[in-house]
């Protein structure tokens, strides 16, 4: 079992940054892949961007690309994700996932999921 930890959420305005954290614990080396998620109030949970171990990353859609950027500190069990030119719609609540089977969350949902950090964007 791994447990991912979020951080780095909060309130900003629109056009700043954040960074948020997610720290993975526990059995950390049976976790190949790990993305970001988002849930919008009344919305669905929708893919951000998965990145590999190795460092490969895929994003849910190539719109993502230019203001998400997922990155990945094996060192510290640690994944990224960079968020610039913040709208009031990327207010949301981010999760962070792991698992050990699924290269591409893309193509599949991964099994051990953090318990979110909320970011909310005033216009």
């Known amino acids: 079992q791994v447990q991912p930890v979020e951080s780095g959420g909060g309130l900003v305005q629109a056009g700043g940054s954040l960074r948020l954290s997610c720290a993975a614990s526990?059995?950390?080396?049976?976790?190949?892949?790990m993305g970001w998620y988002r849930r919008a109030p009344g919305n669905q949970r929708e893919l951000i961007a998965s990145?590999?171990?190795?460092?490969?990353?895929?994003y849910a859609a190539d719109s993502l690309k230019g203001r998400f950027t997922i990155s990945r500190d094996n060192t510290k069990n640690t994944v990224y994700l960079q968020i610039d030119s913040l709208k009031p719609e990327d207010t949301a609540v981010y999760y962070c996932?792991?698992?050990?089977?699924?290269?591409?969350?893309?193509?599949?949902?991964?099994?051990?999921w953090g318990q979110g950090t909320q970011v909310t964007v005033s216009s």
């Open positions: 996932a792991g698992d050990r089977a699924c290269y591409d969350f893309r193509w599949c949902t991964p099994d051990q």
């Open positions: 526990g059995d950390v080396f049976s976790i190949n892949t």
């Open positions: 990145i590999s171990r190795g460092g490969s990353s895929n």
